[in-house]
Structure formats: structure tokens, C-alpha cells
């Protein structure tokens, strides 16, 4: 079966710019997460989807960061500004079904680096 | 919240030897815990899992050992070859979010 897929594989901006990632889960997985993984540690939950309803965003920095998932399918993670600290890899993963006992298939990532 | 502790942050063996891996967590409801494989510039991949009413899975060469009582599980890769080489994670979810430990580069040599 194809994988999960994101874009960009890699962002390079200056702080306080604006970027957006995209994320397409495993065909039929209703529940889709972004998890952010800084250097040399394990990826952290930003937020959770269930088809196109949030189920947990409580790690997620409102003020700068958003997150939307499109009819329930593709979802867009966005940071806005970006800060230094932002630098890191993004993660997209996805289950087929809403407990946290499903198995999670990541993406490839994407790497941001903050200028 | 939820946490998890791993170590040792870095492991070196010589292929064919073993290598263990120990995590332990903090909320007793955790009831996963997966491990996952990520090699460099790679996506972490699942490699294997256990549930709490489980205490030991194996699969080939790779094994999990899981003590809810002293909420510690351990991953034991025995007979380690080059491609071993990674960062392995281990993970703890309960009702709440899955939550992973800092990771352990392992490095087999040949």
C-alpha cells in the first residue's frame, strides 16, 4: 500500500516567516497526527485528527501554529511567525483507527530549519 | 502527563552480539508500548509492540519483555547485524497520548 506522504521534504526560512506543510495519510486511516521531532529526541504529539474533527491539540502552540485536515482526508500543519526554536523535523503519521492501540505509519518528515 | 525514560541514549556491540534497550514509564494506565526503528534521514517504522496483558513477544530476532508492576519494558535484539544500526524508540500510551522516549543509537560494527 502507498505511505503516508508530505511535502515539503525540506524548508528553509527566517524567523518570523510563515510555512506550511502537507500531509497525505494512508488511504482509508481515519485518524492522522503531526508530531514534531527536534534533534536528538523522540517525536512529540502537536495534534491528533479523527477523520476531520480534532481529538487532541493540548501540546500545539496556538498562537503560532494551525492545523486543519481537509474533508476528513489531507491535513496542513502552518506555523505562524516562525520562531529559532521551530527548527525541526515534522511529522505526519496515520492509523486506521482512533485508538492510540493502532499501529501509527509515519511519513518521510520535513525538515525545517529556522534562520 | 505521561513519561517515558530510555537508555542508553547510545549502545555499541559487535555484530552477533545482543543488545538491550530499557525503557521505563510514569502512568500506570499506559497499556501500549511500541517500539520503533529510525534510520538516518528515515521515517521511525514499527518494528514491534506489546499490550499490558502481555509480558513477553518475540518476533525473529527482535524481542519485547514488558513488568507493568515496575513499569519497565526492555527491547532485546539478539544476533545484531550492520543493518541493525539506528536510533530505536520506544513508546507509552495509555488513554492519553502515545508518548515516546528520547531514543538509543545503536551501532553494530562489523
Known amino acids: 500500500e502507498a505511505g503516508v506522504a508530505q511535502s515539503p521534504r525540506y524548508k528553509i526560512i527566517e524567523k518570523r516567516q510563515s510555512v506550511a506543510f502537507w500531509c497525505n495519510p494512508i488511504s482509508g486511516h481515519a485518524t492522522l497526527y503531526w508530531y514534531q521531532q527536534i534533534l536528538g529526541q523522540g517525536p512529540k504529539l502537536l495534534i491528533q485528527f479523527q477523520n476531520n474533527g480534532v481529538v487532541d491539540d493540548s501540546q500545539l502552540p496556538k498562537d503560532r501554529f494551525s492545523a486543519e485536515r481537509l474533508k476528513g482526508v489531507d491535513s496542513t500543519l502552518k506555523i505562524q511567525p516562525a520562531k529559532l526554536e521551530d527548527s525541526a523535523v515534522y511529522l505526519c503519521?496515520?492509523?486506521?483507527?482512533?485508538?492510540?492501540?493502532?499501529?501509527?505509519?509515519f511519513g518521510p518528515g520535513t525538515r525545517l530549519t529556522v534562520l | 502527563g505521561e513519561n517515558v525514560e530510555q537508555h542508553p541514549s547510545t549502545l555499541s556491540v559487535q555484530e552477533g552480539d545482543s543488545a538491550v534497550i530499557k525503557c521505563t514509564y510514569s502512568d500506570s494506565a499506559s497499556n501500549y508500548f511500541p517500539w520503533y526503528k529510525q534510520e538516518l534521514g528515515k521515517r521511525p517504522q514499527l518494528i514491534i509492540d506489546i499490550r499490558s496483558n502481555v509480558g513477553e513477544k518475540k518476533d525473529q530476532r527482535i524481542a519485547v519483555t514488558l513488568n507493568k508492576t515496575a513499569k519497565h519494558f526492555s527491547l532485546h535484539i539478539t544476533e545484531t547485524q550492520p543493518e541493525d544500526s539506528a536510533v530505536y524508540f520506544c513508546a507509552a500510551s495509555g488513554y492519553s497520548t502515545l508518548t515516546f522516549g528520547k531514543g538509543t543509537m545503536l551501532l553494530v560494527s562489523p
Open positions: 503519521a496515520s492509523s486506521w483507527g482512533g485508538t492510540l492501540t493502532d499501529t501509527q505509519y
